[in-house]
């Protein structure tokens, strides 16, 4: 890797270096996490993290993960958007509309012994403990774009597990063909969904079962090397990185195996904007944005978007 | 003649109808006469805004049984176009300002409730956190659906201890007040800002989960809004 880059001067400097070196030097960093006094869950993923050595690279030709050494993709694109942008730049209408205060509403969330109702077209419907399932998976780290229907996106160090693991686990009968993710309903934690009530919350997001089993659908319970912010979808999230930002579920307590695709909360919101696929393909115009251009967290220019988010030669088997 | 004995009787029945009398029975008819006394308003399931519970004294006060329905509403004002969400004659009026609302409950000879009363009502004389009940059954009422599935018949489902239909789900029900904290809760925090612009709203709508339609919970919305969701029912002082 080339060494560290004097950022230019309206980038967020101290951080991004701070953020440059925790993701190069998880060793020096999760040694320093026990200091931090970090909660229970962050210690688990410990032993995780430090056998991390798969970084998913994005313009790979190859379909599968490949070792860190072959990692063209951070090498194109620079060093990972800086935490200090991804963490206070957020859509999570939960906690309101207001982007750059989501962070501070979302503290409220209580993420201690937080758990995944499991139903539908499944052997066994239970209810999962998250804390004993991470410990049951080999987590990793992936770093992938995320693009915004709005058109911003941010490349992001996730932690975490292929979601086709935990479906394995699950046992979904013959008869599921889709996977419906839902978020937590609150409104006295999450006051936007007390403002915005006339919302049909929860949030609700699906996958068809090749996308949910694709080996790049992830789950992620950390990013940047630590347990996920409140405000970026703790305790964990869904990221599908060739679709837009909104396809990738945040806090999810639901998992339901179902035989039709769900109606996604923005389907049910604005169905003329909004449809299930929701793949980033720049030559369509999504919502009320044109996708043919896109601005990365903390830069000023302008970028042509990739179709798919630059994950075609891995994901575009599933549309043809 | 037969022409001349038709435009007779049209005449005479619109006159009968509009005859104060005649008006009083059918008040009388679609509406619950809810007693004096107390209750206790307010929810300690809920947030700052729903606190403290706190008894409330309200004199005795007519409501409606049911929402106002789309042909009734469309007597008052024929251009109303009806929600896609509540299409048919008798599904709740929807896609009305708080201003409709107000002016329709007027032109029936009444108001609409003031939220107390409201509550009250939709408590039910056991003074149930449901209108169906002390907890969530939807069974019992039009909530937690799809957003697709829309709003149901304003005479669904039974009644609660009022005859009262569908205080618990169907549509949100415009109530008379502006949006406050509790009087009882400012004696606390005296200089917090008792001014809105905002009216309540309660009872949730058929798409929302339960604790929408917990008929304690509080809701605001700017009064010149309409939505697929919304609508109301009227309150008249009792004579």
């Not at chain 1, 001067?9 to 960093?29: H, P």
């Not at chain 2, 008792?194 to 009216?199: P, Y």
Request: aromatic share 14%; glycine share 6%; net charge positive.
């Amino acid at each position: 890797m080339s060494g560290i880059k004097i950022p230019p001067a309206w980038d967020i400097c101290e951080n991004d270096v701070t953020s440059e070196e925790v993701y190069l030097n998880r060793r020096k960093f999760l040694g320093n996490m026990g200091k931090l006094g970090v909660n229970a869950l962050a210690l688990y993923m410990l032993p995780n993290f430090l056998a991390l050595n798969k970084v998913f690279a994005a313009n790979s030709t190859s379909a599968e993960l490949t070792s860190q050494a072959e990692n063209n993709f951070m090498d194109l694109e620079g060093r990972s958007t800086s935490e200090t942008l991804v963490s206070r730049y957020n859509n999570f209408y939960e906690f309101g509309t207001n982007k750059g205060n989501v962070w501070l509403h979302a503290k409220k969330l209580p993420l201690e012994a937080w758990t995944i109702k499991v139903e539908g077209l499944v052997n066994k419907p239970r209810v999962l403990d998250l804390n004993k399932l991470i410990k049951k998976m080999s987590l990793e780290q992936r770093v992938y774009r995320l693009r915004c229907v709005e058109t911003w996106s941010a490349i992001i160090p996730w932690s975490g597990f292929p979601l086709r693991e935990l479906i394995k686990l699950l046992e979904p009968l013959s008869s599921a063909r889709y996977i419906k993710f839902k978020t937590f309903v609150d409104p006295n934690i999450a006051f936007g969904q007390k403002e915005r009530f006339w919302e049909p919350w929860p949030y609700v997001e699906g996958l068809s079962m090749p996308e949910a089993m694709h080996s790049l659908t992830f789950l992620a319970v950390g990013m940047y090397g630590h347990q996920l912010n409140p405000q970026n979808g703790a305790p964990i999230r869904l990221v599908v990185p060739w679709k837009y930002g909104f396809k990738s579920i945040k806090s999810i307590d639901s998992i339901e195996f179902v035989k039709d695709p769900p109606k996604t909360f923005w389907q049910t919101v604005s169905p003329l904007e909004y449809d299930f696929w929701a793949n980033v393909e720049p030559a369509v115009p999504y919502a009320r944005w044109d996708q043919r251009f896109e601005i990365f967290l903390g830069k000023t220019k302008k970028k042509k978007t990739k179709l798919y988010n630059g994950y075609a030669p891995q994901v575009i088997k599933l549309y043809s | 003649m037969r022409k001349s004995k038709k435009i007779f009787w049209a005449l005479l029945v619109s006159l009968l109808l509009e005859n104060p009398l005649v008006q009083a029975v059918q008040i009388e008819k679609s509406t619950s006469l809810i007693p004096a006394g107390e209750f206790l308003m307010g929810t300690e399931e809920g947030a700052e805004i729903e606190r403290p519970v706190h008894k409330v004294y309200l004199k005795e006060y007519r409501i409606s049984r049911f929402e106002v329905s789309n042909i009734e509403f469309e007597k008052f004002q024929p251009s109303h176009i009806r929600s896609a969400s509540s299409t048919c004659d008798h599904c709740p009026v929807t896609m009305v300002t708080w201003f409709e609302a107000s002016s329709y409950c007027k032109y029936k000879g009444g108001r609409l409730p003031i939220e107390a009363e409201w509550e009250k009502a939709g408590r039910g004389p056991n003074g149930h956190s449901y209108s169906f009940g002390a907890n969530p059954d939807q069974s019992k009422s039009n909530y937690g659906r799809d957003f697709q599935t829309g709003a149901k018949n304003v005479n669904s489902f039974q009644p609660n201890g009022f005859g009262l239909y569908n205080m618990s789900g169907n549509v949100w029900e415009w109530v008379n007040d502006w949006f406050a904290f509790y009087a009882v809760a400012d004696l606390e925090k005296p200089k917090r800002l008792r001014i809105s612009n905002e009216k309540i709203l309660r009872g949730g709508s058929w798409y929302n989960s339960a604790f929408y339609v917990n008929v304690g919970m509080r809701f605001k919305l700017s009064p010149d809004i309409k939505l697929n969701s919304i609508g109301f029912r009227c309150a008249w002082d009792a004579q």
